[in-house]
């Protein structure tokens, strides 16, 4: 039984990895491929740069969350030593403050002020 679910742990962790990665390549390639053409061709060449960023960085976002996902299922179920947890703590500690810098990046802001909809009218 042990067994069974330590395999099944491990399938789940390469698939979560996977789709973590492909979320991040596919925004990157639509980041840098389709955005700037659909912006041109929209006469928005002047907010290309900010579009890419914006685009790219919410992809690398949605990946960090899967990749971090993937590392909590890895420790957990498979490997669940001290060292695995300090190493996945480090990883965490990582990957959150990578996410807490792209969010500022992103919006100008922490994530727990709130959006800010003024600049919405």
Do not use: C
């Amino acid at each position: 039984m042990v067994d069974t679910v330590s395999t099944l742990a491990e399938w789940s962790v390469a698939i979560i990895e996977i789709v973590g990665i492909l979320i991040i390549a596919v925004f990157a390639s639509y980041a840098l491929l389709v955005k700037p053409v659909v912006l041109f061709r929209q006469g928005k060449a002047e907010t290309i740069f900010r579009e890419i960023r914006q685009n790219l960085g919410r992809g690398i976002l949605l990946g960090l969350e899967f990749l971090v996902a993937a590392d909590i299922i890895h420790t957990v179920a498979v490997e669940l030593t001290l060292q695995a947890v300090a190493t996945l703590a480090i990883v965490v500690v990582i990957r959150t403050f990578l996410s807490f810098a792209l969010e500022v990046e992103l919006t100008g802001r922490w994530p727990w002020q709130g959006a800010d909809h003024s600049q919405d009218a």
